[in-house]
């Protein structure tokens, strides 16, 4: 939509609010409103003044004021409010004449920008295409506290297997899922069908296009629902919608979403497998009929990018100490570092297709706790780097390896890299390697190091605090 357009709509839907919404530095919608009769077609290039100081990531206290900037052609009315709203997605700004305010280059929409005018300037593609799966759980109740002398966290599910024998004041009618069970059943153990299809519902009233829902392996309530791939930029904004309405139509139902990787101890974590793929003049150029699982040389630098960067990566794409709680070797998690032909035990997978269109490569450790601009910018430059640079990635160890990576021996697993053991880990190595990122000022050598200051910051917090698995074993001393 134009401005034009937004008032038009605003006008003809009887709205009475204008939300406007940006993204914090770790990842997070925040946002603030105000009374619709400040909507006007100057707003869209004058912005709304708001204070910088108080977001994550964002402005000191002496360098506060910072502006909105809405963008037309991410309106919505928002249907989670009794009072009629319109929604906005916003850019972040300094202050400065319409028109003419300095980007600002914490905002990660604008690394984003950044990155996809990147791509054009190098000659190599016009259009990267992304498409991340984020799986989620869907809890009844959550109660958790950190206390000087109180470590506490718990969780429930209707669909649990901890509850088979139920509650003394509470019939049980059965059909639970074991551990790891939670894998395409249909009702009664899946209990969440209805409230999954009002989310894709929600989600293609307000354009997201769905193209499949269902439980996942989780037996506690997880589920995903995977919509279409869409350009960089675009497929950012709706992440952070998706996850606006997974929240909200759960919490309709009287449920608990959470994106976080691992809530539940000894089922699967969530992850957030991210599919990519480079286009010229509207012609894919990842598939080749000739080449390893169809994909062409361009492919295989790219692929070789990423993996030679992908300690790096993990910091931006695996962003939380949880994270590292879900990528753990020895189980089944996409903690090695090859790449493999409909392997989803490899870090990298082929998906087997066989349209030029859909050749794409699928890198499996993120999680949905990375920030989706800074992911796909990241992903993007590691890519491009590895095309620039010619990296093949058999020639670096990084396979192709067809094998049942969870099956190999200790030794020809020793062979093999992986992902970094930890948050601490994942940020030094992006301290040590971050040049391919700062190439076309796309991000910022004082945008890593805010983001790196706060990531050590909650690392700090979880490394400070017992745990109640200590008190189990170390207690009795």
Known sequence: MTPEEVLKLAKESGVKIVDFKFCDLPGTWQHFSAPVHILSEDLFSEGVPFDGSSIRGFQQINESDMLVIPDAETAFLDPFTKVPTLSLTCDITHPGPAGKQKPYSRDPRYVARKAEQYLRNSGIADTAFFGPEAEFYLFDNVRYASRDNLQYAEVDSSEAHWNSAGKDEESNLGHLMPVKGGYFPVAPSDTHQDLRSEMVLNLESLGIQVEAHHHEVGAAGQNEI????????????????????????????????????????????????????????????????????????????????????????????????????????????????????????????????????????????????????????????????????????????????????????????????????????????????????????????????????????????????????????????
Do not use: C
Request: glycine residues 8%.
């Open 226 to 477: 995977d919509y279409r791939f869409g350009t960089l930029v675009n497929t950012a904004d709706k992440m952070l919608l998706f996850k606006y309405v997974i929240k909200n139509t759960a919490r309709k139902y009287g449920k608990s979403a959470t994106f976080m990787p691992k809530p539940i101890y000894g089922d699967n974590g969530s992850g957030m497998h991210t599919h990519s793929s480079l286009w010229k003049d509207e012609k894919p150029l990842f598939y080749d009929a000739d080449g390893y699982a169809g994909i062409s040389q361009m492919a295989q630098f790219y692929i070789g990018g990423i993996l030679t960067h992908a300690p790096a990566l993990l910091a931006i794409a695996a962003s939380s100490t949880n994270s590292y709680k879900r990528l753990v070797p020895g189980f089944e998690a996409p903690v090695n570092l090859v790449f493999s032909s409909g392997n989803r035990s490899a870090a990298i997978r082929i998906p087997l297709v066989e349209s030029p269109k859909a050749k794409r490569v699928e890198f499996r450790p993120p999680d949905p706790t990375a920030n989706p601009y800074l992911l796909f910018s990241a992903l993007l430059m590691a890519g491009l780097d590895g095309i620039r640079r010619e990296i093949d990635p058999g020639k670096y160890g990084y396979g192709p390896v067809d094998k049942n990576l969870y099956s190999l021996s200790p030794e020809e697993l020793s062979e093999i890299s992986s992902v970094p053991g930890s948050l601490d880990e994942a940020l030094k190595a992006l301290e040590n390697d971050h040049e391919f990122l700062l190439e076309g000022d796309v991000f910022t050598a004082d945008l890593l190091e805010k983001y790196i200051e706060l990531k050590r910051e909650q690392a700090d917090q979880v490394r400070l605090r017992p745990v109640p698995i200590e008190f189990a074993m170390y207690y009795d001393a």
